[in-house]
Nanobody
Framework: VQLQASGGGLVQPGGSLRLSCAAS????????IGWFRQVPGKEREGVSC???????NYQDSVKGRFTISRDNTKRTMDLQMNSLKTEDTAVYYC?????????WGKGTQVTVSS
């Protein structure tokens, strides 16, 4: 049972990246899922989440720039990140949660720099 995140990398300010997280060993149908990020010396923070019913929420700083999506058939969740800023630089983690069960993926580094 695991989540595998991918898609990070180096991008210039104003650029785009798409993060993907694939679940193996379980289905996502009943899980609330989300993306978090962390920079050294700071606590991990929530970026965006989408409930099992498809309701999405975003941190204020990413509203209008990031879009979260899920595909239960493929057991994947994506985070489309547009208009990236230097302050979006962080390690990004995906998480799935259902009735007290919680799974985290290993992080993927996103670096926004010119």
């Amino acid at each position: 049972v695991q989540l595998q995140a991918s898609g990070g990398g180096l991008v210039q300010p104003g650029g785009s990246l798409r993060l993907s997280c694939a679940a193996s060993g379980f289905t996502l149908d009943y899980y609330d899922i989300g993306w978090f990020r962390q920079v050294p010396g700071k606590e991990r923070e929530g970026v965006s989440c989408i409930s099992s019913s498809g309701i999405a929420n975003y941190q204020d700083s990413v509203k209008g720039r990031f879009t979260i999506s899920r595909d239960n058939t493929k057991r994947t969740m994506d985070l489309q990140m547009n208009s990236l800023k230097t302050e979006d630089t962080a390690v990004y983690y995906c998480k799935a949660r259902y009735m007290g069960m919680e799974f985290w993926g290993k992080g993927t580094q996103v670096t926004v720099s010119s």
